[in-house]
């Protein structure tokens, strides 16, 4: 999406708070354990804001995998064989276009971590984002440093969720990874 996260949360609050008079209080935060309505109520518009930064590129990435994937010859030989259309989708085509889906979504995480520093700072939310720009602005690194290095590990555990989906995705990848091991 070429809109940044940034600019549609500003709207998002500028919209929703000044013309329609709805928007929840920020000083109210309520943790989902204490209020579970007046929490969805708050985490409402920040996650529709980067869930709408992220769900571009993956959308455009499925359609173009999917487009690609049905003309590949196995596709049309399925349906040769006079399986259903539900039975080629589900079976054949979204397993083979859902690769480059995973890829993508896993770098996706990496701007909807950047992107949730600043949608907290903009809907008043308590968390990560929020404690590293305090931090900042106070100057104390060692929480500058110890929430790099959390955001970085939890980074590198989508990575490594990413490669499990490969292998869960297409059984392939695994035994050709076991394969070339033992050849070494």
């Known amino acids: ?24 209080n920020a000083l109210d935060y309520a943790a989902p354990w204490q209020d579970p309505w007046l929490n969805f109520q708050q985490m409402m518009f920040p996650a529709f804001v980067l869930s709408l930064t992220v769900a571009a590129p993956v959308m455009r990435t499925t359609r173009t995998s999917l487009l690609d994937m049905s003309s590949q010859d196995f596709i049309r ?24 889906v995973v890829t ?24 990560i984002g929020r404690q590293v720009l305090t931090a900042i602005m106070q100057r104390d690194y060692s929480v500058v440093q110890s929430t790099t290095l959390l955001i970085a590990v939890m980074f590198v555990f989508v990575n490594l969720a990413t ?3 490969y292998r869960r995705i297409d059984p392939r990848i695994g035994k050709s990874e076991a394969e070339s091991g033992a050849k070494s």
């Open 104 to 127: 993508m979504t896993g770098m996706q995480f990496g701007y909807l971590l950047g992107g949730a520093i600043i949608v907290e700072q903009i809907f008043a939310l308590p968390g």
């Open 163 to 165: 490669d499990s989906l």
């Open 1 to 24: 999406m070429a809109i940044p996260a940034f600019v549609t949360a500003s709207a998002i609050v500028v919209v929703f708070a000044n013309v329609f008079g709805y928007f929840p």
């Open 77 to 100: 030989t399925a349906e040769g064989k006079g399986l259903s259309r539900q039975r080629v989708l589900w079976r054949h085509l979204l397993p083979n276009s859902l690769l480059p």
